[in-house]
């Protein structure tokens, strides 16, 4: 996905397009965002097993998670921009909105078994640490 994504990021700058409009802004932006990510694992705080996370890991994780999702967030809008720059005829836009629909449901669906996982795997060190 993020070999698309730097693709579709050059091409843009290979059309000499100036990045006025908002689609160029907020392309600019997901894509460095969307850099950050391999960056930003390169500095993850070591987790060593057994022990209970630093301050410093959960810090790391939270900014992770939160530019992880704004840099798809950003990406899904951008898409929906470039469809308006682009006047697509309506299949064109009837076909993407189904596809992020269903995306943004799958999204949901997997944030909901990640929590439910998590929140498991606590509770059962909660009850082996009380036996």
């Known amino acids: 996905g993020l070999c698309l994504a730097v693709a579709g ?68 809008v951008n898409i929906c921009l470039g469809l308006f720059l682009i006047i697509s005829p309506s299949p064109v836009w009837i076909t993407w909105y189904i596809l992020l629909s269903l995306y943004i449901v799958f999204l949901i669906v997997m944030e909901i078994i990640y929590w439910i996982r998590r929140f498991r795997s606590n509770s059962d060190e909660k009850l082996e640490k009380k036996e």
């Open 9 to 76: 990021f050059i091409l843009g700058f290979l059309n000499r397009s100036q990045p006025v409009f908002p689609h160029a802004l907020i392309g600019i932006i997901a894509m460095g965002l969307a850099l950050w990510q391999p960056i930003n694992a390169l500095y993850r705080p070591d987790h060593k097993k057994g022990e209970k996370d630093s301050i410093l890991r959960w810090i790391w994780y939270f900014i992770h998670m939160v530019t992880g999702r704004f840099a798809l967030l950003l990406g899904l």
